[in-house]
């Protein structure tokens, strides 16, 4: 059961390069979400889709562009890589809410192991 | 934006002390609440869903109270152990679609 998988799992690039994330969940979850871990920012969320075929954005969504062509792939593209986007990066998946909250409402995220990703 | 804030942002304790930390976000709106455990170089796990006023819940010695109405979740850890040191993340939900992270409460439980 291999869950939310993240390719590659380290990268160096250099600055004005380009590359892609990958992230593959197989739990048939609506909800994909890619967030990057800064130190002492906790996990600020970039983008979220909600189904295949929709992306929107998060807190942190500049410089970063991604797609949801299938429903178990979330793709995070960098167009051209600045240090600043120097970070570790994390893929998220979960099922979507129900019409209300209240007992039995699980909906808790579940994460790939983390890119790490290195703009020099 | 939605504006979680968690306290405090780090703590050293003494194994076998007890601990608590504060998760605040605003209070309209609210879907459910998610705590999870950040161990280093792991991914974030979760931890407790919670998603009715005056809700609580215990897994061992860690147990989270719930309060919508003021806006406000804590985490208890009872007899911290060394392995408890990690990084504690609160996550309000509103509206189902969005999951923010407060910054988080950074543990460490010296034996």
Redesign the interface.
């Known amino acids: 059961n291999a869950g939310v998988t993240q390719t590659p799992k380290f990268r160096v690039l250099k600055t004005g390069q380009s590359m892609t994330l990958l992230c593959a969940q197989d739990m048939n979850h609506e909800?994909m979400?890619w967030?990057r871990q800064d130190p002492?920012?906790?996990?600020?969320?970039i983008h979220?889709s909600?189904g295949e075929g929709t992306t929107?954005k998060?807190?942190v969504p500049d410089g970063y562009n991604v797609s949801r062509l299938k429903k178990q792939n979330f793709l995070l593209g960098l167009e051209s890589a600045a240090p600043s986007q120097t970070s570790v990066y994390?893929c998220?998946s979960?099922l979507?809410?129900r019409t209300s909250?209240?007992?039995g409402?699980?909906?808790?995220?579940f994460?790939?192991?983390?890119s790490r990703l290195t703009v020099l | 934006?939605l504006n979680v804030e968690?306290s405090p942002?780090s703590l050293h304790v003494q194994e076998g002390d007890s601990t608590n930390f504060t998760c605040s976000f605003p209070s309209s709106n609210f879907?459910?609440l998610?705590w999870?455990r950040w161990e280093t170089a792991?991914?974030?796990?979760?931890l407790f869903?919670m998603?009715?006023n005056g809700d609580e819940k215990k897994k061992g010695r860690i147990s989270a109270t719930l309060n919508t109405k003021e806006g406000y979740s804590y985490l208890y850890i009872k007899g911290s152990q060394p392995e408890d040191s990690a990084?504690y993340?609160c996550?309000p939900?509103t509206g189902?679609?969005?999951?923010?992270?407060?910054?988080?409460t950074r543990l460490f439980v010296k034996a």
């Not at chain 1, 409402?105 to 995220?109: I, S």
């Not at chain 1, 994460?111 to 983390?114: D, M, P, R």
Request: charged share 15%; hydrophobic share 35%; glycine share 18%.
């Open positions: 909800y979400y967030y002492g920012m906790g996990l600020r969320l979220y909600v929107a998060g807190e994390f998220a979960r979507p809410p909250g209240g007992a409402y699980t909906g808790e995220l994460f790939g192991e983390g | 934006i968690q942002q879907y459910a998610h999870y792991k991914s974030p796990e979760a869903v998603t009715l990084t993340l996550a939900i189902g679609f969005k999951t923010i992270f407060g910054a988080g």
